[in-house]
């Protein structure tokens, strides 16, 4: 057993909820599985989110990172192991169980709709209503005023709310996502990818909206391929490979070095040196993944055996 | 009263953003390409038709328009939910069968047969929503079956109860007269004879209206025919959205189909086939997306409006009517073209 790896055992029992102080978790996943037909997509995943901490998943493309993401959003059941939140066992049949349960979504295409104004987004699933029964109808006004006022205090200038949200930026979209999923009460938030396809400017903000969330005290998943941007906000790291789980980590317990080397693989960086030498590539990027190379191998030397 | 609310703090302002002027606002609404399409043909037909503008004629022109207008308004919102429906034609027609043949065989009140006719009209929407949630087939393709079945139904049941192609006639049953006033009557307006299903279409796009712009269910509306997997994942009941929708079409479909039914006293049951496509061209003359997500209730009002004008104006130049159908082809793609042109100027500036 890696020595650094976290105990699933002594993790469940060591962590206490930091309001009820019980030892439960916000959300804890254990032995979690899930098959397409003959397609065995995600096995056996144990992992824990909690109150005012940033969980991060990491995986290369077809890892099982979806499909993790898409069972606790309640768009699929899984077929084995428990979904616990707050120490109740739970599957959920619908986005709409998760989303009661205070699970909200941020996924990559945003859950938007291009061609509705920001204000109608906004709300969309959960509008303010007033007047009774038939008569029920939208109190717009206020949707559209507290749309400006949490955009604000994300920092998003909002020149109009009637703008249709397809016309914002890619980061603009994903903050209006999250304050959306904040203001409605989520505690735990998921967020599939939101710095994929972003500029380096705007990728730090939103990695500055997560430490946000997490300073309320929202539960955060951050599902990510990339360690530059779990490393400074994670608490935890969870990698996940070909569906099945090689390493759940505590940040204390882990460097980025050795975070990019387990999420690359070391035998697969040799490889890539190799046949970039015999391609005649440029004789400096050969020496940077040889020197990577090395230091994948010293950080899977220390400890991380291959997994069997 | 309602401005109680505090003011939301004045953000920054982004200085690679110009302000838009409220008219390039209202020239990106969806209506405006029919709007200016009406003002235009009324104009052309005012000029070249003096009997046009007399107030009779133009209850007529009214009345023309309202019978399409009725459908267009369920058509124009299942529209923006991103569907369509073949079928709502002859659906007409089996909901004023239903109402006629049932109250005549059974000899009831009409009213009766009225009733039955509505829940018959609703489950023809539910039915058509259900197996399209279930199958996840285009609308086109589940619709169009229950346009031909439909069809079947309507000639192969009238034969079978009544021997003949049309219903026989039910204007000296009880409840006839009550229910003509409700849905065939006319209204004296200042000397001039305007027929209820003006007033009726009238009210329809008025609710539609409110429903959508207002309501959380005008909400989900545009939501599901903009995005059905982004509505889903926010918690938008799509299925009940869209199934609603169809049961929508439903309900208007049946005023008409009791309008058809006690403006005479019997429907011919191979009537009906081809008035779909009517309904869809005034949703989108009036602005309403093909593909959802986008229209208005007003707009498919608009296109029905366009389209009486059409009808009536050419009866009213005394021209040959064979134009008609030019004339209205014409307009569909004039006014298409016209949406999308100001849709764009509007998005660009």
């Known amino acids: 057993m890696n020595a650094k790896a976290i105990d699933q055992e002594t993790l469940l029992q060591n962590e206490r909820d930091p309001l009820t102080h019980t030892p439960v978790h916000l959300l804890s996943l254990e032995g979690v599985g899930k098959h397409y037909g003959n397609i065995i997509a995600l096995s056996d995943v144990t992992m824990a989110v909690d109150n005012g901490r940033v969980t991060c998943v990491l995986g290369d493309n077809g890892a099982g990172k979806s499909t993790l993401i898409k069972i606790i959003a309640g768009l699929h059941q899984h077929d084995e192991g428990v979904l616990n939140i707050m120490g109740e066992d739970r599957k959920f049949g619908s986005p709409r169980d998760a989303l009661d349960a205070g699970i909200a979504t941020v996924y990559q295409d945003l859950a938007v709709v291009p061609l509705m104004p920001i204000w109608r987004n906004f709300f969309l699933g959960s509008e303010l209503t007033k007047g009774f029964g038939p008569f029920k109808y939208m109190d717009v006004e206020q949707m559209k005023a507290i749309t400006l006022k949490e955009l604000a205090e994300m920092g998003i200038d909002l020149r109009d709310v009637e703008q249709p949200i397809g016309q914002l930026s890619g980061g603009e979209r994903q903050c209006v996502a999250i304050a959306r999923a904040v203001y409605f009460g989520a505690k735990v938030i998921i967020l599939d990818e939101p710095t994929a396809a972003l500029g380096v400017k705007q990728s730090g903000v939103v990695l500055r909206y997560i430490l946000q969330a997490r300073d309320r005290g929202l539960g955060v998943i951050f599902i990510t391929h990339n360690p530059h941007h779990a490393f400074p906000v994670g608490d935890r790291f969870l990698l996940l490979k070909r569906g099945k789980s090689i390493g759940y980590y505590d940040k204390k317990d882990i460097t980025l070095d050795e975070l990019t080397g387990q999420m690359a693989g070391g035998a697969e960086l040799a490889e890539l040196a190799h046949e970039l030498e015999q391609l005649g590539g440029h004789g400096d990027v050969v020496k940077e993944v040889k020197a990577e190379v090395a230091d994948v191998s010293d950080s899977v030397n220390a400890g991380v055996p291959k997994p069997a | ?349």
């Not at chain 2, 229950?146 to 192609?165: A, D, E, K, P, Q």
């Open chain 2, 1 to 349: 009263m309602t401005q109680t609310l505090s003011k939301a703090p004045l953000p920054i302002r982004d200085e690679r953003i110009g302000k838009r002027n409220p008219l390039q606002k209202m020239l990106g609404r969806p209506e405006v390409g029919a709007l200016v399409g009406a003002i235009v043909l009324f104009i052309f037909f005012s000029l070249v038709s003096p009997t046009f503008l007399q107030p009779a004629s133009f209850a007529t022109v009214l009345y023309g328009s309202s019978t399409i207008g009725i459908m267009a308004v369920g058509v124009s919102l299942l529209m923006i939910g991103g569907e369509f429906d073949l079928s709502t034609g002859v659906a007409v027609i089996s909901s004023a069968l239903t109402a006629s043949m049932f109250s005549w065989y059974f000899s009831t009140n009409v009213w009766v047969g009225v009733g039955l006719a509505l829940l018959v009209s609703l489950a023809i929407g539910y039915i058509n929503g259900w197996i399209l949630m279930k199958t996840k087939l285009p609308s086109f393709i589940v619709t169009l079956a229950t346009f031909l079945m439909l069809t079947g139904l309507n000639l192969g049941l009238t034969r079978m109860i009544g021997g003949g192609v049309s219903s026989p006639s039910i204007s000296d049953m009880d409840g006839f007269s009550s229910a003509q006033a409700v849905f065939a009557s006319s209204v004296n307006l200042g000397g001039v004879e305007v027929k209820i299903t003006v007033f009726i279409w009238i009210a329809l796009v008025a609710v539609a209206t409110w429903v959508l712009m207002r309501t959380r269910v005008g909400n989900w509306i545009f939501a599901v025919g903009g995005d059905a997997n982004a509505a889903r994942a926010v918690g938008v009941p799509v299925k009940a959205t869209k199934i609603g929708l169809f049961m929508g079409v439903g309900f208007c479909g049946w005023i008409l189909g009791m309008h058809n039914l006690f403006a005479f006293d019997s429907v011919q049951s191979g009537e009906g086939v081809g008035n779909e496509f009517l309904y869809i061209i005034a949703a989108v003359i009036g602005g309403c997306l093909l593909t959802g997500g986008y229209g208005s209730a007003v707009g498919g009002a608009i296109g029905a409006f366009i389209f009486g004008m059409a009808n009536k104006g050419i009866v009213y130049a005394q021209w040959n009517p064979d134009w008609f159908k030019f004339f209205l082809g014409l307009m569909l793609l004039l006014a298409t073209i016209v949406n999308l042109i100001v849709k764009r100027r509007a998005e660009l500036k």
